[in-house]
T-cell receptor, first 117, second 111 residues
Framework: GAGVSQSPRYKVAKRGQDVALRCDPI?????LFWYQQALGQGPEFLTY????????KSGLPSDRFFAERPEGSVSTLKIQRTQQEDSAVYLC???????????????FGPGTRLLVL | SQQGEEDPQALSIQEGENATMNCSYK?????LQWYRQNSGRGLVHLIL?????REKHSGRLRVTLDTSKKSSSLLITASRAADTASYFC???????????FGTGTRLKVLA
């Protein structure tokens, strides 16, 4: 596809349930970012991958959050034992640039809206 | 939260008028970007300005950057109803891979 895709688009989970959110970046994009966006707020950085290497995970809010990108393309964000405060939109973005700093134009997916009941 | 701040939080103007929104940040940056987000959708990149640049234009968009004041502004000229969206600034923090987004300005352009 031409853009970043994410699945599922919507997810309703019961508190305590584990969820897995998928991101398919643009083909050939080296950098991949995950963000969390609460209602009415800007996105907050969660983690960054350069190919398969997770170079920054400082934004993950707790050890219940885990992300991987084992083959350097598709990425999965997993949230264990979900809690109500995890309810948010989870955005994935990819970027073509490779290098010490990946700070170039990011292309965002449509997001996964997670609701924890 | 590390979010930068944007003002105004909300802005309502008539079609054809100009819209200006401001962004303030706290860290040293490599660049600053502006994004647009339509309701319920992902973010669309508008423009990137590097830390050594002071002004940049793209179509009806004009961005300024003042690193001494740690602030940026986005001007949309001759606004259209289709410009109705939320606008976010995002700063690329020096020495990291991280972007810090602002809290956003909700722009409504009335036809």
């Amino acid at each position: 596809g031409a853009g970043v895709s994410q699945s599922p688009r919507y997810k309703v989970a019961k508190r305590g349930q584990d969820v897995a959110l998928r991101c398919d970046p643009i083909s050939g994009h080296v950098s991949l970012f995950w963000y969390q966006q609460a209602l009415g707020q800007g996105p907050e950085f969660l983690t960054y991958f350069q190919n398969e290497a997770q170079l920054d995970k400082s934004g993950l809010p707790s050890d219940r959050f885990f992300a991987e990108r084992p083959e350097g393309s598709v990425s999965t964000l997993k949230i264990q034992r979900t809690q109500q405060e995890d309810s948010a939109v989870y955005l994935c973005a990819s970027s073509l640039v490779y290098g010490a700093s990946a700070q170039e134009t990011q292309y965002f997916g449509p997001g996964t809206r997670l609701l924890v009941l | 939260s590390q979010q930068g701040e944007e003002d105004p939080q909300a802005l309502s103007i008539q079609e054809g008028e100009n819209a200006t929104m401001n962004c303030s940040y706290k860290t040293s940056i490599n660049n600053l970007q502006w994004y647009r987000q339509n309701s319920g959708r992902g973010l669309v990149h508008l423009i990137l300005i590097r830390s050594n640049e002071r002004e940049k234009h793209s179509g009806r968009l004009r961005v300024t950057l003042d690193t001494s004041k740690k602030s940026s502004s986005l001007l949309i000229t001759a606004s259209r109803a289709a410009d109705t969206a939320s606008y976010f600034c995002a700063t690329g923090v020096s020495g990291t891979y991280k972007y810090i987004f602002g809290t956003g300005t909700r722009l409504k352009v009335l036809a």
